[in-house]
């Protein structure tokens, strides 16, 4: 088997952890804002493209609604946050995730 061959299933492997990932913190922050959309989806952003890292970027809320603009300037929601992706974070890892796979 190719290295090329290799590399792309360890990504294509990385790709859905993400999405488990992200699953997770979506489920949890749906639980203190509404959410634009109720699904993950996938982007080819640099600052995420470790083959072998799952990786999320999380929208907290869009400042050009002025109403999460209001609640995104509270410390109360910014904790809520916080403990949202957290909380998503750990369900992830409950679930049986690991932080990387090994070669």
């Known amino acids: 088997m190719s290295t090329h061959t290799m590399f792309d299933?360890?990504?294509?492997?990385?790709?859905a952890d993400s999405l488990k990932f992200g699953k997770a913190v979506l489920e949890?922050?749906?639980n203190i804002n509404?959410?634009?959309?109720?699904?993950?989806?996938?982007?080819?952003f640099a600052v995420l493209k470790a083959p072998d890292i799952p990786s999320i970027l999380v929208?907290?809320?869009?400042?050009?609604?002025?109403?999460?603009?209001?609640?995104?300037?509270?410390?109360?929601?910014?904790?809520e946050v916080a403990e949202s992706i957290l909380a998503g974070?750990?369900?992830y890892?409950?679930?049986g995730a690991t932080l990387a796979r090994r070669g």
């Open 28 to 30: 949890k922050m749906g």
């Open 34 to 44: 509404n959410l634009h959309k109720n699904r993950v989806e996938q982007a080819g």
């Open 89 to 91: 974070i750990k369900a």
């Open 93 to 95: 890892f409950a679930d």
């Open 9 to 15: 299933m360890v990504q294509s492997l990385t790709i």
């Open 59 to 79: 929208e907290t809320a869009f400042i050009s609604n002025v109403e999460e603009e209001r609640k995104l300037k509270t410390a109360k929601f910014q904790q």
